[in-house]
């Protein structure tokens, strides 16, 4: 409660009226970090965590949406696009659009307009 509590005043106090939680179907099944790792991961209660920071946020009239994961390191917020497959490398790459790959390395990513983002 304390958590939750603190993302969404963290929220407001930025003025912030909607908050964005990626959220994925069973991915905690294929995480490989090692038998202790694991254990100690799977063991976190994430859903829980979702569920409070939306109930919290409500109260506050904060709006919260939870989005798949997929795709976000391919595509780009500042241009406006959704993370999904048709704003994807292998999608941009066939629809003949450049630059292909704007994910430079990890926290790095190019604009369509050139621009270097922090990730």
């Not at 995480?31 to 859903?47: A, L, T, V, Y």
Request: glycine share 8%; proline share 3%; with cysteine.
């Amino acid at each position: 409660h304390k958590a939750s509590k603190r993302i969404v005043d963290y929220a407001l106090s930025c003025g912030a009226n909607t908050i964005v939680i990626g959220n994925n179907k069973s991915w905690k099944r294929s995480s490989d970090m090692g038998r202790k790792n694991n254990q100690n991961f799977i063991g976190i209660p994430h859903k829980v965590m979702i569920d409070m920071i939306q109930y919290k946020a409500n109260l506050a009239g904060i709006s919260v949406i939870r989005t798949n994961e997929s795709y976000t390191s391919q595509t780009s917020a500042v241009d406006h696009e959704k993370p999904c497959w048709e704003n994807g490398n292998q999608s941009r790459k066939r629809q003949g659009k450049t630059p292909i790959n704007r994910r430079i390395h990890r926290g790095l990513f190019q604009s369509n307009n050139g621009r270097l983002v922090n990730a």
